[in-house]
Antibody, heavy 122, light 107 residues
């Protein structure tokens, strides 16, 4: 079935780095734009980044621009989020999500992973 | 950045009642690129409505969306026990932003 499974979360000190992965299955991963969305404990949803189906275009929320990098390996059906210079306010559950349609960015997110937890603390 | 403001923050209703949730944007949402999601504790968000009024696959017809421009509404015609959750609106016409959520709780 169509599925996204995140991994790579953990506890990390401020200023350090972490790389998240999102393994996709059950659909043609290389056809869809993909997103990262995070949710701080007890808070709402915050969009983090998007990458085009072919990896050529990427965009970021201002809160992570210059620190986070989104990437994908279509041969491995996997999405990544490299997080550098982590801050306490980056503590959240990180979900990957798929755009509902294959053309462009401007779509709702129809498939979500369960998330991987990132805690930034000394 | 388009800011979405959802109201009310919490809505207390009984099963069988009608729920009306609102989402107001700080500026007009391009092409009605507005979605609604449901999230239950410990679960990922679930897409309910996209393009303001189109139901996602498998969503019961008691869920409906309406609106355009800056004002949008999610209506649940007759609440079922499984509908009590947090609901988020999202605009995806000018990058991506979410509202702060409306908690729908059992009265």
């Amino acid at each position: 079935q169509v599925q996204l499974v995140e991994s790579g979360g953990g506890v990390v000190q401020p200023g350090r780095s972490l790389r998240l992965s999102c393994a996709a299955s059950g659909f043609t991963f290389s056809s869809y734009a993909m997103h990262w969305v995070r949710q701080a404990p007890g808070k709402g949803l915050e969009w983090v980044a998007v990458i085009a189906y072919d990896g050529d275009n990427k965009h970021y929320a201002d809160s992570v621009k210059g620190r986070f990098t989104i990437s994908r390996d279509n041969s491995k059906n996997t999405l990544y989020l490299q997080m550098n210079s982590l801050r306490a306010e980056d503590t959240a559950l990180y979900h990957c999500a798929r755009a509902i349609d294959i053309s462009g960015y401007w779509h709702a997110f129809d498939i979500w992973g369960q998330g991987t937890k990132v805690t930034v603390s000394s | 950045e388009i800011v979405l403001t959802q109201s009310p923050g919490t809505l207390s209703l009984s099963p069988g009642e009608r729920a009306t949730l609102s989402c107001r944007a700080s500026q007009s949402v391009s092409s009605s690129y507005l979605a609604w999601y449901q999230q239950k504790p410990g679960q990922a968000p679930r897409l309910l409505i996209y393009r303001a009024s189109s139901r996602a696959t498998g969503i019961p017809d008691r869920f409906s969306g309406s609106g355009s421009g800056r004002d949008f509404t999610l209506t649940i015609s007759r609440l079922e026990p499984e509908d009590f959750a947090v609901y988020y609106c999202q605009q995806y016409g000018s990058w991506f932003t979410f509202g702060q959520g409306t908690k729908l709780e059992i009265k």
